[in-house]
């Protein structure tokens, strides 16, 4: 018996969501103390670590585990390892994403899918998509532990380049679940390989790309849990986020072209230096994006200079602008502006400004029931929660987009992400992980 979106989420409403949170005992025989193994989970988060963390690195150095890349493929072997010693057995999907499935006591129904991605940026952190990844096999692996079934069968996931460092263009493998990849995508080169190959690489089948669809209803709800990646849950000292919405994200490439010359005899006056011209973008990016209230964002993040030598004026400049907000309307205007003032800046350094949008990530509004069951679940182990918004995109906004969402945050410290630094402190790592399992039993009931 499959169940539509409708009957889920009104038996969601339906759930005696007093049965957690307002006595010790939990309707689902848990007790009111963490049952989750944290210390467990800490040993899979420094075990995962190791690949792709820099030769005389330690975890404090992070890590580049860049999308398809050998550490990837080893980081991915590993987690399959994991699943395998949790007693379920990973496959990979045509795109390259990661699955296995737990038997419910009734088959018939849509499973709670729920993970995140183990893929990093360059020079990454050691919990972006890692804690999500691995306490969905920690809550696998307790279950097990404590011999329950849920009614509903339980699928994880770990999605394939979330990141989208590699090919630039992020949310890959959860795209190609939800029939987002763009025309001509697996035909992408970058760092001299195809897209299509890299996917093979990490055991997908390019060819066959259309089976790691998925179909609205194959899924009863998807729950990610992720760091915060911002400096929110760590300032209010509140160790739970309930996520209300994940932001759009446009990403363009800009190409400036300029004259090269001899930096040494050509006149200030008679120069046509593409790297001012780029300059005056990224202040204009800046200055745009700040000029109204709210929290939209602007990051030129990447830059190439062409011919890269101190002693020639730069012809060339490629940079990426990339800007988020919840509201897509909002990040369209402010591009229009931002290649208003490229128009004007193309004129005074006498170059071309070319601006290609490259990306659009439509942002996604978390499931409302969702929502209050994991503020629930964070109750049912006194954990004080708090909603919020995600400045982040993840592959939950993908999921958005074929049946009920929601997402569990956990602090990171000082707000930094992306970056070595980028640290959970262990003791949220495991309660963002008990808080999943909660979640997960009320929803899958
Ligand atoms: O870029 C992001 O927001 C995510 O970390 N991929
Ligand atoms: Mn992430
Ligand atoms: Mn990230």
Not at 71 to 78: L, M, N
Not at 269 to 293: G, M, W
Not at 427 to 438: H, N, P, Q, S, Y
Request: with cysteine; glycine share 10%; charged share 20%.
């Amino acid at each position: 018996m499959s169940q539509t979106r409708r009957e889920f989420l009104a038996f969601l409403s339906a759930v005696p969501l007093a049965s957690l949170g307002d006595r010790p005992d939990s309707a689902d025989g848990l007790p009111g103390t963490m049952v989750v193994n944290g210390e467990r989970l800490r040993r899979h988060l420094e075990g995962l670590s190791l690949f792709g963390r820099q030769a005389d690195g330690t975890f404090a150095s992070g890590v580049s585990r860049v999308g398809y890349s050998d550490a990837d493929v080893a980081g991915r072997s590993y987690a399959m390892d994991l699943m395998r010693q949790a007693g379920i057995e990973p496959r990979v999907d045509a795109a390259g994403n990661i699955l296995a499935r737990r038997p419910g006591t009734d088959d018939s129904l849509a499973p709670l899918l729920f993970g995140s991605h183990i893929d990093s940026v360059p020079n990454g952190g050691n919990f972006d998509g890692d804690l999500g990844s691995l306490a969905a096999i920690e809550v696998i692996q307790t279950l097990r532990e404590r011999n329950m079934t849920t009614r509903r069968p339980l699928e994880i996931v770990v999605w394939a380049n979330e990141e989208g460092f590699a090919f630039g263009n992020g949310l890959c493998g959860s795209r190609a679940a939800a029939g987002q990849l763009v025309e001509g995508e697996l035909d992408h080169v970058w760092n001299g390989g195809k897209k299509a190959d890299a996917i093979r690489r990490i055991g997908g089948h390019p060819d066959r790309i259309s089976e790691a669809r998925r179909t609205p209803g194959s899924f009863a709800c998807y729950l990610e849990l992720h760091i915060e990646q911002g400096g929110t849950l760590d300032r209010a000292g509140i160790p739970i986020g309930v996520v209300e919405g994940i932001v759009s994200i446009d990403r363009y490439e800009v190409t400036i072209r300029g004259m090269a010359n001899h930096a040494g005899t050509t006149p200030m006056p008679d120069r046509r230096d593409a790297l001012i011209a780029a300059s005056h973008v990224a202040i204009a990016v800046n200055e745009i994006v700040t000029s109204e209230p709210g929290r939209q964002v602007g990051t030129v993040g990447q830059l190439v200079v062409v011919p890269n030598a101190p002693n020639v004026i730069p012809g060339l400049v490629r940079h990426t602008i990339e800007l988020r907000d919840l509201s897509a309307d909002k990040i369209r205007r402010l591009a229009d502006l931002v290649r208003s003032r490229a128009r004007d800046i193309a004129t005074r350094t006498k170059t071309t400004i070319e601006i290609t949008h490259s990306s659009h990530h439509e942002g996604a509004m978390a499931t409302p029931e969702i929502q209050a069951i994991i503020e629930k679940a964070a109750a049912a182990v006194s954990l004080p929660s708090q909603r919020m918004p995600s400045g982040a995109g993840h592959d939950a906004q993908m999921m958005a987009t074929l049946g009920p969402m929601g997402m569990i945050f956990v602090p990171s410290v000082g707000g930094i992400s992306h970056s070595p630094q980028e640290l959970s402190r262990w003791e949220d790592c495991t309660r963002g992980a008990e808080v999943l399992l909660r979640s997960v039993l009320l929803l899958s009931r």
